[in-house]
């Protein structure tokens, strides 16, 4: 009887959290056994960075399609982690064979044919193929070339599945001298005995393919270095990184293959984690924030004179804020929540903690559009007396009031800002720059995040808040903002209504369309968002552009239409904004680039097309402007769910209000690579760790960077070297090393 089954090598969901252990076939390594090891020095880690082009059946074309795949080197190919393995361990004999039944065999052919058939696009080649036990026919689909190559007395391995017509080959090998084997220099049945590997392959380079490569490649698994301390691998009983990347493309038992994959992702996550921790002590290396006095008379007036209470979460982050800020180890904290979480008012609460202790503060977001925003939230939460003013900065501040706020900030006359990157400007000097406040963070890079940190008095160095409205579960936070604390913003003020929302199809639009035009006629506002064209902005603009056409014609014609979208000049964008946020459009017809950015509390429904295409989160942070005012919100959702996944994201989105709730849905239905947006968050990418699933061995490898760092002191320390340098060379970020201090 054979044996085949698939195996998954994606851990399940809840797997324990044990450290991948040595392989079951083999040992850890020992003193014993590392004495017998052949006199030779390795590992020599250039030989990993050679091109795959070196490769046998890899030319430039492959190596460049192979790219795509993200293998340039021979060591990227070792860490081309299988997805899933096809166990053929077992031969079977062709009389043992059952119908449906997926099988391997080692069989002679005896004839070979093109059998004619009707039907133009299909050929179909079958054999008579016989082993010890009896014959059988095989067949092939659309490869008419192989009834040459199959001459009687070829022997040939088989993998497939008996049918009513024979055995329908999926795999197949010629097995001989004159063969050579399975072709290209790979033994014969690498493709179809014993446990076949399948790694992520593409059109273009086949997981065939890369499986003869991977093949090739093993025999310099030896020579990847060894980032891992020996201690901490002995303690762990962790195989060598040379054995896991070898056993995880050629396993010798089954359960190798996730011990090995396992053992790589610990790897991975630890590199990640160290990498993050040095990012953060470089940061704070010797650099101290000014140390600022408990708050005073001036913010416990202000938070009195607020027009509602503090939600409990917005006093947990008040009270975290308040002792980093009386530290002079400089604040590096996020504050994550959703869009109308109350993030801004936690920011002026910091920002005028560090206004009444005599310095001064700064708000940076992504686009003129939110630092206008911001500004106006914060004239708006300032109206009191006593209160210091606060100077808007950007890129379309004028020449004569630009010269006047630089002036005042380096002067020290102005104690507030809000701005764009036009704030971290050559020419912009701040007397005391005690606070900064960074929204949208992952929308900065490293560099303009460190430039607005460059702006402290002398040497020291701002406290820095950071916020993001993408609310992501705490195991992602920690991969993406590990350097960072993390304070979430989940509890919504109160006054914010639930919106409605509806999955509906087709047959509703009519129904839909009356629906908003009473909201309208009501007094109420609407947005209409476009369908994501994720291959073109140019060609969503478009969309947009047509659907805001067709709508002011039609069944809004009665109402005034605006269109906005990403394509359009900053100016023509703030203009549109403004005609919504006046009311002079009532209908505002958009792509997603009103994700961020625009708050209308009159506008209270919004029509989401084609809502299958977009991301939980993205249609959560959507649904998120509107809500926002006293009046009942709706948000109409058309979609055809015909795949399940989408049919899960529409019940969610639907049911569910909480956007950490959601965030998780999101995350265990894509995996973490593939979350809309990924790359926003600043989410490394892993080539052996999967999340959330492996969030057990991501907490395990944080613990374990943290026990590193209280033992060395330093991540400097000369034994941590060959660890840092992986940990850089793998995630490190863009600033380089300095040679010397
Ligand atoms: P975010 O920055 O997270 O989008 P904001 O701080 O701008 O949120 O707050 C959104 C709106 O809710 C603002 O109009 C703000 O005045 C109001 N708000 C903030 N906190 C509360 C609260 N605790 N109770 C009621 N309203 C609040
Ligand atoms: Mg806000």
């Not at 899933?84 to 052919?109: F, N």
Request: proline share 6%; aromatic share 4%; charged share 25%.
């Amino acid at each position: 009887m054979s044996k085949v089954q698939a195996v998954a090598a994606r851990p399940p969901a809840s797997r324990s959290h044990d450290p991948p252990r040595a392989f079951a076939t083999g040992e850890a390594q020992e003193r014993s056994g590392l004495a017998a090891v052949p006199l030779r020095s390795w590992p020599r880690p250039s030989r990993l960075a050679a091109g795959i082009a070196t490769l046998r059946g890899a030319g430039p074309r492959l190596a460049e399609a192979a790219a795509e795949l993200e293998i340039g080197s021979l060591g990227d190919l070792l860490w081309h982690v299988p997805h899933g393995y096809r166990d053929r361990t077992t031969l079977s004999e062709i009389a043992e064979l059952r119908t449906g039944q997926e099988a391997t065999v080692l069989a002679e052919v005896r004839s070979a044919r093109v059998r004619p058939t009707r039907r133009r696009r299909l050929t179909i080649v079958e054999a008579t193929v016989a082993d010890d036990s009896g014959p059988t026919k095989a067949v092939w689909f659309n490869q008419p070339w192989l009834a040459d190559q199959l001459t009687p007395g070829t022997r040939v391995l088989i993998n497939g599945k008996l049918d009513r017509t024979g055995l329908r080959v999926s795999a197949h090998e010629v097995v001989g001298a004159d063969a050579g084997g399975g072709g290209r220099g790979s033994p014969a049945g690498l493709h179809t005995t014993g446990i076949v590997p399948v790694h992520p392959a593409s059109g273009r380079v086949r997981a065939q393919r890369i499986r003869e490569w991977a093949w090739q490649a093993r025999r310099l698994a030896p020579d990847a270095i060894e980032p891992l301390p020996a201690q901490l691998r002995a303690r762990l009983g962790l195989a060598g990184a040379g054995d896991a990347l070898a056993a995880v493309h050629f396993p010798a038992a089954t359960a190798d293959a996730e011990i090995a994959r396992a053992r790589l992702a610990f790897e991975e996550l630890f590199l990640h984690q160290a990498a993050l921790a040095s990012r953060r002590r470089r940061h704070d290396a010797g650099r101290r924030a000014p140390r600022l006095e408990p708050p005073g008379e001036l913010t416990r007036a202000w938070v009195g004179s607020l027009p509602f209470e503090l939600t409990g979460d917005q006093r947990l982050a008040t009270e975290e804020i308040d002792a980093d800020l009386g530290s002079e180890r400089p604040m590096q904290r996020l504050l994550m929540g959703e869009v109308g979480s109350g993030k801004t008012v936690c920011a002026l609460y910091a920002m005028l903690r560090a206004v009444e202790s005599g310095h001064q503060a700064a708000l940076m977001a992504p686009t003129e559009t939110l630092a206008e925003q911001h500004f106006a939230t914060l004239e708006r939460l300032l109206a009191g007396a006593g209160l210091p003013s606060v100077a808007l900065l950007t890129g379309s501040t004028p020449a004569a009031r630009r010269r006047e706020h630089l002036g005042h900030l380096a002067g020290g006359q102005l104690e507030l800002v809000v701005g764009t990157h036009a704030l971290i400007e050559e020419d912009v000097r701040f007397a005391g720059l005690a606070l900064a406040v960074v929204d949208e963070q992952h929308r900065f890079g490293v560099r303009q995040r460190a430039a607005l940190d460059a702006r402290g008095p002398g040497d020291a160095a701002p406290h820095t808040l950071h916020m993001t409205a993408t609310p992501i579960p705490r195991t992602l936070s920690l991969t993406a903002y590990g350097d960072l604390e993390v304070t979430a913003l989940r509890e919504l003020p109160a006054g914010r209504r639930p919106v409605r929302t509806w999955v509906v199809g087709e047959e509703k639009r009519a129904g839909a369309y009356e629906f908003i035009r009473e909201r309208l006629r009501e007094g109420r506002q609407a947005y209409v968002v476009c369908p994501l064209v994720a291959e073109s902005d140019k060609l969503q603009a478009r969309a947009a552009t047509k659907e805001g056409e067709r709508l002011a014609a039609g069944e809004f014609r009665d109402f005034d239409v605006g269109v906005l979208h990403g394509q359009m000049k900053a100016s023509r964008k703030g203009a549109a904004m403004e005609r919504f946020a006046s009311g002079e459009t009532q209908v505002l017809v958009a792509t997603s680039v009103i994700e961020v950015g625009i708050d209308v509390p009159n506008a209270s429904v919004m029509v989401i097309e084609e809502a299958d295409r977009y991301g939980l989160s993205q249609l959560h942070q959507l649904r998120g402007r509107v809500g926002r005012g006293e009046h009942p919100s709706a948000c109409i959702l058309f979609a055809d769910a015909d795949s399940e996944a989408a049919r899960i994201r529409l019940e969610a989105i639907s049911s569910e209000r909480d956007g950490f709730k959601l965030a998780e849905v999101d995350l265990s239905l894509r995996g973490e690579g593939e979350i809309l947006g990924t790359r926003q968050h600043g989410l490394p990418h892993f080539r052996a760790a999967a999340l959330p699933q492996d969030a057990g061995t991501l907490l395990h490898a944080r613990d374990e960077v943290l026990a590193l760092l209280r033992t060395h002191d330093s991540l400097d320390a000369p034994a941590l070297g060959p660890l840092m340098d992986a940990a850089r060379l793998r995630f490190g970020d863009e600033r380089a090393e300095p040679i010397a201090a």
